[in-house]
């Protein structure tokens, strides 16, 4: 069965530092990995998608298929980044996600 | 474009009680989910709809809950009787089409609190 799993429930780091939120999957297939947020008092939303190879809000994240890991990174943190993180998974055309658990960042001023 | 709308936000019900929810995907929306996500954990898919038809209700426990899309666009997911163990929030999400690369837009949730 596919699996999500993200190894951290909290993340706290100072703004300004680098961050990085890790996720790594199981499923022996090519899936399309997924990175949505929660802000507070907001509805879940995607954040980025690997396919696209883009960076939002100073985000990036590279599929890694050998260490099967899709880990989301940005470089200097900033107090609005904090949220819920939830990696999640597609692993093909007529199914639906699955979300790791999540991980809660915290930037400290 | 207007978003997806879930009601009600909040309930609170004693276990062995029913309840439903509500959801109106985004217009145009072909396909439609439901997840239930307990305190702590990511989203569960419950059921996932394309226009009115089920594609997945594998992990759906159809002896309490139930979920129908009538006519393809809104969706109502009923819990009779809830257990103690339903306390989650309930997410309703849609996309505009099953396939690879295609975003799914979530609704607020009804938090569900069964005491």
């Known amino acids: 069965a596919q699996r999500v799993t993200q190894p951290e429930k909290l993340l706290s780091v100072f703004k300004g530092a680098p961050v990085e939120l890790k996720c790594n999957y199981s499923?022996?297939?090519?899936?399309?990995l997924f990175w949505y947020v929660q802000y507070s008092r907001q509805r879940l939303q995607l954040l980025l998608r690997h396919i696209s190879r883009e960076s939002i809000k100073g985000f990036t994240a590279d599929l890694n298929k050998g260490e099967t890991s899709f880990h989301l990174k940005k470089p200097f943190a900033q107090e609005e980044d904090s949220a819920m993180y939830y990696c999640?998974?597609?692993?093909?055309?007529?199914?639906?996600?699955?979300f790791g658990k999540g991980t809660r960042l915290s930037v400290i001023a | 474009e207007a978003g997806v709308a879930q009601s009600p936000r909040y309930k609170i019900i004693e276990k062995r009680q029913s309840v439903a929810f509500w959801c109106n995907p985004i217009?145009?929306?072909?396909?439609l989910y439901w997840y239930q996500q307990i305190l702590g954990q990511g989203p569960k898919l419950l059921i996932q709809?394309?226009?009115?038809?089920?594609?997945?209700d594998s992990q759906l426990p159809k002896d309490r809950f139930s979920a129908e899309r009538l006519k393809g666009v809104d969706s109502t997911l009923k819990i009779q009787p809830a257990k103690l163990e339903d306390s989650a929030v309930y997410l309703c999400?849609?996309?505009?089409?099953?396939?690879?690369?295609?975003?799914?837009?979530f609704g607020q949730g009804t938090r569900l609190t069964v005491v």
């Open positions: 999640a998974l597609l692993h093909s055309g007529n199914t639906p996600l699955v």
């Open positions: 709809f394309q226009n009115n038809g089920v594609v997945d």
């Open positions: 999400a849609s996309s505009s089409h099953i396939g690879m690369n295609t975003e799914a837009f």
């Open positions: 217009s145009g929306h072909a396909t």
């Open positions: 499923y022996s297939g090519s899936p399309e």
